[in-house]
């Protein structure tokens, strides 16, 4: 979540929520749930595998099971299902605990023999999905494999082949679920269906996240050494790509050809490597899903965070280097007690790594020549909102609540809407909070995005509702991400049916035709437009696909001349 969010949650005479009852009421918000203490032994793909007669590597084998590949580190091996090589639990980086904690990512260290890469590594240690929330078990969040721990720099890899010479294009998944919680070993990132459907590489990544990757030590007077724990959680992003770049030709990927994308957090997460010096050339597409983010923590708010997780560990100014002492465990009992949830420890916008904000005032020239998708779900803010059995008439006085003398002519602007068309006065409410607060920074980021005049923006709307769990949710934040996978089988979409079916492999195909050339464009959808100001080309992903100049551009005028109330969800 951006610190302009998080500021304008507090205002709720703005429109926006207060942020205690937001994060108390979603225990999920951006994709993601606020995740507990589940202590975890190192994963298995730590040891070495014992010694084993040799197999083959590369070949073409269909009943060939095990997979060899040299990486810069040392060999791993993975395994095939139907054609497709899952390499999981590689190390890109070496622990971060002790010594390490709060340091720049490091490369780990080189192995002998071949490493088993067939189970998830370790996740960064988080709290654990809510099991009363009805959204965390629709996105199935609670399901996080890999154990607990700081051996958490890991990453999956699904291919169609490896050793062969071919330069597929690659795309790297950032994870949802803000900068706290989640990560690339849930199920709903699994790649093995996008990396069968589109002949592409796929890869999720693991990294530091909350205090472990965005504590900023550097002005409350910490050695010299510790300037960079602000921001260490998305340079492990960055020495994720450096990973690809160094080893992903051998596992059948083109370095000249990656894409990063996210949704939710994961959006904010390529947000910020998009505005990144160290981050230049190592991409060549993007993708924001849901998670636009203008602006980061500064350094004055990132200290005054740090400051008060040292006072609840009982670690004096003078003594910052004891946190390193410290188990985990008790890092994240204390970053729990103190309730930031997913609006606390972010990115800091320290000067150096992270120059500037991502794109405030304007889009990133860093990344100025890498096209950019931009999306939004029709009623994101459904994640967050539980007042499932809302009538028109407690809408209506929701509204004026919030919205004091404007309650009225919201009210009728959205039921004169066609959008709200058979939709419940709790959806029309969540229309309502994503229009006042995310959708516009997902407008802003892709007006600044095109107003550079380099590579293009092209903007979507994610307007399929969901009939998990009745179809009370609607098109809910996070019901796109299976899409980008090709994954049909979680229940978001209605577990394969045919319609969804159609869908999903509608939307893969964009994914992978940007992925392979920079435009999204495929036969079976209309014809994609770059977005700018002028007509606002939006393609509408639903049962009925199209492009739209301008969707809701009434509700989008009303709000563009209203006080900013919001920003990205994580």
Request: hydrophobic fraction near 40%; aromatic fraction near 8%; include cysteine.
């Amino acid at each position: 979540m951006s610190t302009e969010y998080a500021a304008r949650m507090k205002d709720p005479a703005a429109g926006g929520t207060n942020r205690r009852t937001f994060l108390t009421n979603s225990s999920l918000a951006v994709a993601a749930v606020a995740a507990g203490s589940a202590i975890a032994a190192k994963a298995a793909a730590q040891a070495q595998a014992p010694p084993r007669p040799p197999a083959v590597v590369g070949g073409s084998s269909d009943r060939q099971l095990f997979w060899e590949v040299e990486t810069t580190s040392g060999k791993v091996q993975g395994i095939a299902n139907t054609g497709i090589k899952e390499f999981k639990g590689i190390p890109y980086g070496a622990p971060t605990g002790g010594k390490n904690r709060f340091m720049p990512p490091r490369k780990p260290a080189a192995w002998t023999g071949v490493r088993e890469c067939m189970a998830h590594g370790q996740i960064c240690p988080q709290t654990i999905a809510d099991l009363r929330s009805d959204y965390g078990m629709m996105i199935q969040w609670d399901l996080q494999p890999g154990g607990m721990g700081e051996d958490c720099l890991t990453l999956n890899v699904w291919t169609p082949s490896v050793n062969d010479g071919q330069k597929r294009a690659v795309l790297v998944s950032f994870h949802g679920g803000g900068f706290a919680t989640g990560s690339g070993n849930a199920p709903g990132f699994d790649g093995a269906q996008l990396a069968r459907f589109g002949d592409v590489v796929v890869v999720t990544v693991n990294h530091r996240l909350a205090s472990f990757g965005y504590l900023h030590l550097a002005d409350l007077g910490a050695p010299s050494e510790f300037d960079q724990a602000g921001v260490t959680g998305v340079m492990d992003l960055v020495a994720s790509l450096e990973w690809v770049r160094d080893n992903i030709e051998r596992f059948g990927g083109d370095p000249g050809t990656v894409m990063i994308f996210g949704q939710s957090g994961g959006g904010a997460k390529t947000s910020t490597v998009l505005a990144m010096p160290s981050g230049k050339g190592l991409f060549h597409r993007a993708a924001v899903q849901s998670g636009s983010s203008l602006r980061l923590t500064t350094r004055e708010e990132g200290a005054k965070l740090a400051a008060a997780l040292l006072a609840k560990l009982n670690i004096s100014k003078s003594n910052i280097a004891d946190l390193q002492k410290l188990s985990w465990q008790q890092i994240l009992e204390a970053q729990s007690s103190l309730g930031f949830g997913l609006g606390g420890f972010a990115p800091v916008v320290e000067g150096h790594v992270l120059p500037h904000h991502p794109f405030d005032p304007v889009a990133p020239p860093e990344s100025a020549d890498v096209p950019v998708i931009i999306s939004t779900a029709l009623e994101d803010a459904a994640l967050a909102l539980t007042n499932f059995d809302l009538d028109d008439a407690g809408l209506k006085a929701l509204l004026n609540q919030r919205f004091k003398a404007h309650g009225d002519e919201i009210y009728a602007l959205y039921h004169k809407s066609s959008w709200t068309a058979k939709k419940s006065p709790f959806l029309i409410q969540a229309q309502v909070m994503t229009d006042s607060g995310f959708r516009r920074s997902a407008i802003t980021q892709a007006e600044r995005k095109a107003a550079l005049g380099k590579a293009p923006a092209y903007m979507y709307l994610w307007a399929y509702e969901s009939p998990s769990f009745g179809g009370k949710f609607g098109a809910v934040h996070g019901t796109d991400v299976s899409a980008s996978f090709n994954n049909y089988r979680d229940g978001i979409g209605g577990t394969g049916s045919p319609q969804q079916r159609a869908l999903w492999s509608n939307f893969a195909a964009a994914w992978v035709a940007f992925a392979k050339t920079g435009k999204p464009d495929h036969p079976k959808i209309p014809n994609w437009p770059a977005y700018e100001t002028a007509k606002r080309s939006t393609m509408i992903f639903d049962n009925d696909t199209r492009v739209e100049n301008d969707p809701r551009g009434e509700i989008r005028k009303f709000w563009e001349q209203m006080p900013a109330a919001g920003g990205p969800l994580g």
